[in-house]
């Protein structure tokens, strides 16, 4: 078998997000590269949680709504996704309290209150059965538990051994020579690259689908050093990350849309005192509070647009978690070369979902700011030709270094002089022509699929994982475009020369990516839209080609 | 070696536009003077101070000092000067805001700066009028006021920021008066030197749009003058509640109502900080354990 993709539900609380994890880790130890979608509610207890484990002899990057096995631990699971299951798929289902014709019933929970063990270790038992209808060793079921679980760990391999005995071996699912791989979600994967690039603060208020990036860089702030810090509200978290830059140290700041409504003002505060901030927008299906536990790709013009007045950043949007590390790294250490905002579009599919990934953790290093080296005389807006004014800190002996909100001359006091003002604006916006310089040297949109064809698949963010599957299915181009401002025209122009079909493809209603194409001359042939709030399949796509 | 500096030191070339007889020169000069003998006195370097400010009137100020500054935008002082202490526990951070930005926009800062105790001077120009923007009522006018929004008087009441601050827990909680520049002075100085949140409502007359000179003239007096216990937080919390920002049948307390002594935010949030070698270790650690 080269592929498999098991599906696991039942309420919040029932434990299936950990279990489908601890399945993914299963299969990345068989050598197989592995997906985990989770699909949850915006609940603590009841409705109807899944995620779907999807893995593969050859990279994947996105889930199928097809399924080999089904793991129900609420009955939902069974009617709303037995429609879903193959042909030859295989159900196991507490019998408990689920009512199935067809498939292996085992009385987990029954068995779990029986020991006295907590509801939640049912889980163990159906791992137990999965992994002997795959003819999965036992003993690397009870490596990842051990290595995975730090409570009830002997409960847990005791209840995965009775599980292992109930069924009988159904498939034969063979164990790959490939290493298993690095599992991270798109969060971890920005968390990770940050840190790389010499993250030193991070300041974050709760917020799906950001929240995950707050609770990795907390666990592991000592290991990595990295102060984290939880504030009053957003508005707060921002302003706070632009005294931490000004005095000199790196910090970010994660949230989702509603979030980053409130932080706008404070972002045009970074366009026009030159502050060096990192925000992450993982986006979530909005206007206002919209699903929130649901992806959609609806902000991508807001945060180009976002903050009163003019002043420039940078956008980058990954698509998937490789590409979330190093454009991680990559966006931080520009926001400090240029002294611009910058902000890291992902969104729910992308922030939460897991990924197997191999990373190469040297190619991304912090790289020093210009900084001022003078003994007098410092200006912190010095008028320069690429418009970077050398940066120096509060504490360093000799400098004042005064930043501000209002137009300022070059010391950074405040000016309504009609020619000082028009200088500064100019200085600002020379820094512009230097970003593009330096992104000519960098690539700026990822190239995929069968890459001499005539017909384009463009996108952008979390879609590629379900993109590049299809195309290279059907035989099309992806242009995929990681840089979204300054929007890297050129080097989508080269790309587009000789093709003749464009089609683009993004999860929200009206086409953000096209309108942006659109300003700079191109037109699309054909936009797939999808705005259900879950992202796009490979079959879902295919059926719209 | 101490530096000694002198007050021109602290001038810079901008042009004042204040109102002439504005409380805000009295306040730019008490700060100038605590700061200038601070420095001489070798409690810290001339570049360890950092100055922030709001939008308004007073948020000039930093314009006017030589000192390292963050013109913040409005009701937003309190969060940078957060993260600027986090960032740098060594310097000393001054912030300067309105009763607009301090009561009206930015609340949600103030207390929770209290509640944090982070190790910050907060001076409140509290003219208790919206000036800048050419006169409306703020948190702190009186009930009654006229302004340009309120043409018969506001019907809200005021709020007593000294006994907000005492019921958030902020450790140094002091009543200036624009007008008692020496007294003013020592206040601010002693709000620089207490480790951890210190507050300061400075009674600001506003000259062109409320001016309060003689009725502040008529009822303030020093509570140094009369033997408080600033350790005494119950009698604080009278000594606040005398006058409620509105009466005019009372006298006025000035000076420190109360100060104590707490563990600091930064203190508490200070991260060990590690070499660039071990972090990298670490990191690879945690991506094996990940697999």
Redesign the interface.
């Known amino acids: 078998m080269r592929e498999i993709s098991i599906l696991i539900g039942g309420e919040a609380g029932d434990g299936t997000k950990l279990t489908g994890k601890l399945i993914g880790k299963i299969l990345n130890r068989m050598g197989y590269s592995v997906f985990i979608y989770d699909d949850y509610q915006s609940l603590i207890r009841g409705g109807h949680n899944f995620s779907i484990i999807r893995a593969k002899d050859k990279n994947v990057k996105i889930h199928q709504n097809d399924i080999d096995i089904l793991i129900a631990l609420n009955q939902e699971t069974i009617d709303f996704h037995k429609k879903h299951l193959k042909k030859g798929g295989i159900i196991i289902y507490d019998s408990s309290n689920i009512e199935s014709q067809k498939g292996i019933g085992i009385k987990m929970l029954e068995k779990v209150q029986k020991l006295g063990f907590p509801k939640v270790l049912r889980n163990a038992i159906a791992l137990g059965a999965l992994c002997k209808i795959l003819g999965i060793d036992f003993k690397i079921l009870e490596k990842v538990i051990k290595e995975n679980l730090e409570t009830y760990q002997k409960e847990n391999i005791k209840l995965a051994k009775f599980g292992f005995e109930e069924p009988e071996k159904k498939f034969e699912l063979n164990k790959l020579s490939a290493k298993p791989k690095i599992l991270l979600t798109g969060n971890e994967a920005i968390a990770l690259g940050a840190t790389k690039a010499g993250l030193e603060m991070y300041i974050a208020y709760p917020m799906t689908p950001a929240t995950s990036i707050l609770h990795f860089l907390a666990k592991y702030k000592d290991e990595f050093g990295i102060q984290v810090v939880q504030p009053e509200n957003e508005i707060a978290g921002i302003l706070m990350v632009e005294g931490v830059v000004y005095a000199g140290k790196r910090a970010m700041i994660g949230t989702s849309g509603g979030g980053f409504a409130l932080m706008t003002e404070a972002l045009s505060l970074a366009g026009m005192a030159e502050l060096p901030i990192l925000i992450v927008l993982s986006q979530r299906a909005a206007p206002s509070t919209g699903v929130p536990t649901y992806t959609m790709q609806g902000d991508l013009l807001f945060a180009i647009n976002a903050g009163h007045g003019e002043f420039q950043r940078i956008v980058v949007a990954p698509g998937e978690a490789e590409q979330a590390f190093y454009l991680a790294g990559e966006l931080l250490n520009l926001v400090w070369k240029f002294q611009v905002p910058g902000i890291l579009v992902s969104d729910k599919h992308l922030s939460e979902s897991t990924f197997s990934v191999s990373l190469n953790v040297e190619k991304i290093n912090k790289t020093s700011p210009k900084l001022f080296k003078g003994k007098k005389g410092y200006k912190r807006y010095l008028l320069t030709k690429d418009g970077i004014s050398p940066l120096a800190f509060p504490g360093q002996k000799n400098v004042i270094t005064k930043a501000t909100s209002y137009e300022h001359d070059e010391y950074g006091l405040t000016t309504e002089k009609p020619d000082e003002i028009v200088r500064m604006i100019d200085k600002r916006k020379r820094k512009k022509d230097a970003i593009i310089k330096e992104m000519k040297k960098r690539e700026t949109v990822k190239i995929g699929g069968k890459k001499n064809s005539e017909k384009v698949l463009i996108t952008w963010g979390s879609n590629i994982g379900a993109v590049e599957e299809v195309a290279n299915n059907l035989g099309y181009k992806v242009i995929q475009p990681l840089y979204l401002e300054p929007f890297p025209i050129w080097a989508i122009e080269k790309e587009l020369k000789g093709t003749k079909t464009i089609i683009d493809i993004e999860t929200n209603s009206e086409g953000q990516l096209a309108t942006i194409l659109k300003c700079h001359g191109i037109n699309v042939d054909k936009t797939i839209l999808k705005y259900d709030a879950r992202p796009f399949t490979p079959k879902e796509l295919e059926k719209e080609l | 070696m101490k530096e000694k500096i002198e007050l021109k030191d602290l001038n ?3 042009q004042k536009t204040w109102c002439p007889g504005c409380g805000n020169f009295s306040i730019e000069i008490a700060t100038k003077l605590a700061i200038l003998e601070l420095i001489n006195e070798g409690f810290a ?1 001339k ?2 101070f ?1 100055l922030l400010s709001g ?1 308004g009137c007073h948020a ?1 100020i ?2 006017y000092i ?8 409005h009701g ?1 002082v ?11 526990p ?2 000393k951070i001054i912030g300067f805001e309105g009763d607009g930005d301090a009561y009206n926009e930015g609340i ?2 103030l207390i ?1 700066a209290a509640k944090r105790n982070t190790d910050i001077t907060l001076i409140v120009h509290d003219n208790r009028v919206f000036a800048l923007t050419t006169g409306q009522y703020t948190a702190t006018s009186p009930k009654g006021f006229k302004g340009g929004s309120t043409p018969k008087g506001t019907f809200e009441e005021p709020f007593n920021p000294i006994e907000l601050m005492l019921a958030s827990g902020a450790t140094f909680v002091a009543r200036g008066y624009a007008a008692r520049q020496g007294h003013l002075k020592e206040l601010i100085k002693r709000a620089i030197c207490h480790r951890g949140f210190s507050f300061i409502d400075v009674l600001q007359p506003c000259v062109s749009f409320f001016n309060t000179y003689e009725f502040y003239n008529q009822r303030v007096y020093e509570l140094e003058e009369k033997n408080h216990d600033v350790r005494d937080f119950e009698r604080a919390l009278k000594l606040a509640r005398k006058w409620d920002y509105s009466s005019c049948d009372t006298k006025i307390p000035i000076g420190v109502f109360y100060q104590t002594q707490k563990p600091t935010f930064e203190e508490l ?1 200070q ?4 070499s660039e070698k ?3 270790q ?10």
């Open positions: 810079t070339y901008a370097k570049e360890e950092v939008i000039k930093v314009d030589n000192l390292n500054s963050f013109y913040s935008i937003r309190i969060p940078p000067a957060t993260g600027i202490k986090l960032a740098n060594k310097l949600s800062h929770w949030y991260q060990k900080s590690i071990e972090k990298i670490n990191l690879k650690k945690i991506l094996e354990k990940l697999r």
